[in-house]
Every structure is written in C-alpha cells, then in structure tokens.
C-alpha cells in the first residue's frame, strides 16, 4: 500500500454524500426516536473485537455505525435531554467538524490561517466577557480542562515563573471556592500538587451562593496560621441548582486580598449574551482569568471549552516552551508570534476553534443570547408546573435555567422513588432528566439546555414524571 488514499475518489465521495445526508436526516428526524435507549448487551459483545489487522470495505465500516452506535448515543441532540448540562450541538458546527478534519491542521503553533481563527475566537470570547482587548486565552476540552489552567496561572502569578522548576512544595498555598462548586476544582488543586485539602470550600446560602462572610473569615484564619492565600473561584452556574455567586463582592475580596480571581462560568458564562441575564453576572469583568464551554449553552459540538486571562503574560509565564525543536523563527512557517502551546499544555491541537467561528459566524451571538434566553424562560415555567402540582415539590430556587424538584408521595423512601421515576424516563425514552442532591435530599434535575426544547417538551416530561410517579407510589 502507498498511501491510505483510495485509488478511486468516485466511491469515497459517494458514501461521504451519503453519511452527510444521513446526519442531516437524523437531526431533522430527532423527535421521532427516543430521548436514550440502553445498547442490547448483544450488541455490546459486538463491540468488543480483537485489534482488526486486516482491511474492511468503508461502507460495511459506516453500516456497523449505524447499526451499533448512532442509535445509542448519549441522547443530548434530542429536545427532551435535560440532564446534566449538556448542549445540543448545532448542524452548522457539524460541518465545521468535517471541514476541520479535512484540513487536518494541528493547531499547537507555527503560522497558519487555523491559529488565526482561534485568536478571533478568543478574542470574542473576551469581548464577551468584558475583557480588555489584549486578554488572551486558548481553547480546550472544557472546562475541567480550563479550570485546571486557572489554577496553574493563579500559581505562577502568586509565586512568580520559577515555580516551575522549585515546585509548591512547603509553600502553604490555598484557595478558596463555594462549597457548590464544581468537583473538577478540587481535582485541578490535586494536579496541580497543591493538593484538594489546599482548597478551602465555604459554606453557600439558601440561593445556593457562595457566603462572602465566611469567605473573609476563612482567610484571615489561613493568614493568622501563616498559610498563604493565593486564589479565590467564584462560580456562574453552579452544578447542582444554576446558582450565580456574588461575583462583584468576590472580586471586591480578592482585590483587597491580593488573591487571583478566577471564575468557573463553566455554562453560566454564556449567559452574558442575552441582555437581561447579564445583571447577574455583574463583576465577572474583574476577573484574572474565566473557564467556560462553548459547547453547553452556546450550542457548539463537543468539545469545546475555553480559557480566557486578563493579562496573557500570565499564561506565558505559565507555559512557554523554550524546547529547540519549538524554535521560533522571524519568517516562514515557524514564525507567528505567540504559539497556543505557550498558553496552555497541550502541543498536539485539534481544529476544534473552526466549528465555534463557524457557529458564532452563521448564528450570531444574539441569536445564541435568545437561545440562552429561552432556556431560563422554560426553566421559569417550569418551575411555576411543579409549584402548581399537589404531587410536586420545588427543593431550590431557580437562579438561571435548572429547575430540582421531587414527586412525592404519602409514605416510602421518597429518594428511591424519584431514582426509579427518573431511570423508568429514560428507559422509556421519554426524557432524559438526572439526579442530584440538593440538601441531602434527591431531586429531579431538569436544565434546559438545547435549543431545540419547546414548552410542549417541558409538558410531556411533568405528565411523564406524574403518571410514573402515581403508577409506583400506588405498586
């Protein structure tokens, strides 16, 4: 074999005319199917082949997907996904993915027309934000992957760029987040050798935000301990409720603390496009650095988070590679100033900032804002069913577009019930809500999410959750 081309063009291009016109049906068609349905263990066994060593033909290939895969998908294109917060994907970001492919560009550095598109990608996301023009920024998995980054760059800014090399090691650093915050925070402390202990979680008020208060306290008693703090996180969007902490007090906080202010506005951030939600995130335009998904509520297809940094010399300092074989050059294909693998600590990067140009090119960002929009407007709806039902119980404000609540019932383990109405809803593939606990108590966790929700899917989702909920209380 040459090369991994075909001999014959003709084939490939019809099958590739074919999947296209596949997908194209499969998102238009959504409605029809279930939400989710499980993968028969049969077809599972399938799966399950030893290392394939010689050639199968494309189209028995792509046939195995149809059959094995596309159908038991995670389900979060379909209108009545509501769990967890995932996005619904859009089909112009779908095509991106296939022009991003195609070019096949690894986008860790050197000088070509892919890094552009990422800086005006990151500088959208800054004009978003409120950021200064010069912020900088690079995109990433999400963000997990963000966050993680927040806390290496808080650190080189506290303990300055030889951190690098002498390590933390001794130098009693700490952190400060709501104890609502997202489990990726403290994982990032673990990576980052500072360890989870390292992060002081303070307590959140009914509304689910973060007590500035004991926040103020907490620092002032890791002072008085000799300890040194060196970041506090504020949250746009908690996991569990959607809670939004006071951001402007927390960056008041850190300002006079000389503490890096970074915010997980993991989907929360996105908020900020649509005018009347933006009051709430007032303050996140003081921050040192944002962690946020294109991929949630702006709609684009995983993966695709972002970190944006008010100062970018932070991430140089924080990254920079100086390997002879990243040697930079004053012309040619190894010129180009800033290289994204200075900026963050992958060196082998995807295309993944061409289906967010592509998005935020076709769509508009006020149209991305209505579609935020509309979610908490359904969340608000919502919420007004489940306080109307007798049989419902509302257990958390609804702060932006997650709406927790329970059915109950007259006697029995309330919690196992709402587990079993929640799984009999996906088994049936109905809806696709997820659990949470929310006060020690197990709640139905709808966010609203995809684009393609309307309030006739909020409809069938409550009627869902009443009709299985009455069949087992009375079983």
Same mark, same amino acid.
Request: glycine residues 10%; proline residues 5%; hydrophobic residues 45%.
């Given at each position: 074999?040459?090369?991994?081309?075909?001999?014959?063009?003709?084939?490939?291009?019809?099958?590739?005319?074919?999947?296209?016109?596949?997908?194209?049906?499969?998102?238009?068609?959504?409605?029809?199917?279930?939400?989710?349905?499980?993968?028969?263990?049969?077809?599972?066994?399938?799966?399950?082949?030893?290392?394939?060593?010689?050639?199968?033909?494309?189209?028995?290939?792509?046939?195995?997907?149809?059959?094995?895969?596309?159908?038991?998908?995670?389900?979060?294109?379909?209108?009545?996904?509501?769990?967890?917060?995932?996005?619904?994907?859009?089909?112009?970001?779908?095509?991106?993915?296939?022009?991003?492919?195609?070019?096949?560009?690894?986008?860790?550095?050197?000088?070509?027309?892919?890094?552009?598109?990422?800086?005006?990608?990151?500088?959208?996301?800054?004009?978003?934000?409120?950021?200064?023009?010069?912020?900088?920024?690079?995109?990433?998995?999400?963000?997990?992957?963000?966050?993680?980054?927040?806390?290496?760059?808080?650190?080189?800014?506290?303990?300055?760029?030889?951190?690098?090399?002498?390590?933390?090691?001794?130098?009693?650093?700490?952190?400060?987040?709501?104890?609502?915050?997202?489990?990726?925070?403290?994982?990032?402390?673990?990576?980052?050798?500072?360890?989870?202990?390292?992060?002081?979680?303070?307590?959140?008020?009914?509304?689910?935000?973060?007590?500035?208060?004991?926040?103020?306290?907490?620092?002032?008693?890791?002072?008085?301990?000799?300890?040194?703090?060196?970041?506090?996180?504020?949250?746009?969007?908690?996991?569990?409720?959607?809670?939004?902490?006071?951001?402007?007090?927390?960056?008041?906080?850190?300002?006079?603390?000389?503490?890096?202010?970074?915010?997980?506005?993991?989907?929360?951030?996105?908020?900020?496009?649509?005018?009347?939600?933006?009051?709430?995130?007032?303050?996140?335009?003081?921050?040192?650095?944002?962690?946020?998904?294109?991929?949630?509520?702006?709609?684009?297809?995983?993966?695709?988070?972002?970190?944006?940094?008010?100062?970018?010399?932070?991430?140089?300092?924080?990254?920079?590679?100086?390997?002879?074989?990243?040697?930079?050059?004053?012309?040619?294909?190894?010129?180009?100033?800033?290289?994204?693998?200075?900026?963050?600590?992958?060196?082998?990067?995807?295309?993944?900032?061409?289906?967010?140009?592509?998005?935020?090119?076709?769509?508009?960002?006020?149209?991305?804002?209505?579609?935020?929009? =509309?979610?908490? %407007? #359904?969340?608000?709806?919502? +919420?007004?069913? @489940?306080?109307?039902?007798? !049989?419902?119980?509302?257990? /958390? &404000?609804?702060?932006?577009?997650?709406?927790?609540?329970?059915?109950?019932? =007259?006697?029995? %383990? #309330?919690?196992?019930?709402? +587990?079993?109405? @929640?799984?009999?809803?996906? !088994?049936?593939?109905?809806? /696709? &809500?997820?659990?949470?606990?929310?006060?020690?108590?197990?709640?139905?966790? =709808?966010?609203?999410?995809?684009?393609?929700?309307? +309030?006739?899917?909020?409809?069938?989702?409550?009627?869902?959750?009443?009709?299985?909920?009455?069949?087992?209380?009375?079983?």
């Amino acid at each position: 074999m040459d090369s991994l081309d075909p001999a014959d063009w003709s084939d490939l291009r019809a099958l590739g005319h074919r999947m296209i016109d596949d997908m194209v049906d499969h998102l238009q068609t959504l409605r029809e199917g279930p939400v989710w349905q499980p993968m028969p263990e049969s077809l599972r066994a399938e799966l399950r082949q030893p290392l394939p060593r010689d050639p199968s033909p494309l189209g028995s290939v792509y046939a195995d997907f149809r059959r094995l895969v596309q159908p038991y998908a995670t389900g979060n294109l379909h209108p009545r996904f509501m769990g967890w917060v995932h996005g619904g994907g859009n089909p112009v970001g779908m095509l991106a993915e296939l022009l991003a492919a195609g070019l096949n560009a690894n986008l860790g550095g050197r000088d070509h027309a892919p890094i552009e598109v990422e800086r005006q990608v990151i500088a959208w996301a800054a004009e978003m934000l409120g950021f200064p023009s010069e912020a900088g920024g690079v995109l990433v998995t999400g963000s997990s992957m963000a966050n993680f980054i927040g806390v290496l760059v808080a650190r080189t800014a506290s303990e300055g760029p030889a951190v690098r090399q002498t390590g933390v090691s001794g130098r009693g650093l700490v952190g400060y987040a709501s104890a609502a915050a997202h489990g990726c925070l403290p994982r990032a402390m673990e990576m980052a050798g500072l360890g989870r202990e390292a992060l002081r979680m303070i307590p959140f008020d009914a509304d689910g935000r973060m007590r500035v208060d004991l926040l103020r306290q907490r620092i002032a008693q890791d002072r008085a301990a000799g300890l040194r703090p060196f970041l506090v996180v504020g949250t746009a969007g908690s996991v569990d409720i959607g809670a939004i902490d006071d951001l402007a007090a927390l960056a008041d906080v850190a300002a006079h603390e000389s503490l890096w202010f970074h915010v997980d506005g993991a989907f929360g951030a996105t908020a900020l496009l649509a005018p009347a939600l933006r009051p709430k995130l007032a303050g996140i335009e003081r921050a040192d650095s944002v962690a946020f998904d294109f991929h949630k509520w702006a709609q684009v297809p995983y993966d695709a988070g972002c970190v944006v940094v008010r100062d970018p010399t932070r991430q140089i300092e924080t990254f920079g590679a100086e390997a002879a074989y990243l040697r930079r050059e004053q012309r040619g294909l190894a010129g180009g100033g800033v290289w994204p693998c200075d900026l963050g600590p992958d060196l082998s990067r995807g295309f993944r900032a061409l289906k967010v140009w592509m998005t935020l090119s076709v769509y508009g960002a006020d149209a991305l804002g209505q579609v935020v929009q =509309a979610g908490c %407007d #359904l969340a608000a709806a919502l +919420a007004a069913r @489940v306080d109307r039902e007798p !049989e419902l119980e509302r257990l /958390a &404000p609804v702060a932006l577009n997650i709406v927790c609540f329970r059915y109950r019932a =007259a006697a029995g %383990d #309330l919690d196992r019930l709402n +587990a079993d109405i @929640v799984a009999d809803l996906q !088994e049936a593939g109905i809806a /696709a &809500p997820s659990t949470t606990l929310v006060n020690g108590v197990l709640a139905i966790r =709808a966010a609203l999410v995809n684009h393609r929700t309307t +309030a006739d899917d909020i409809a069938i989702m409550v009627d869902a959750v009443l009709r299985l909920g009455r069949a087992r209380a009375a079983g």
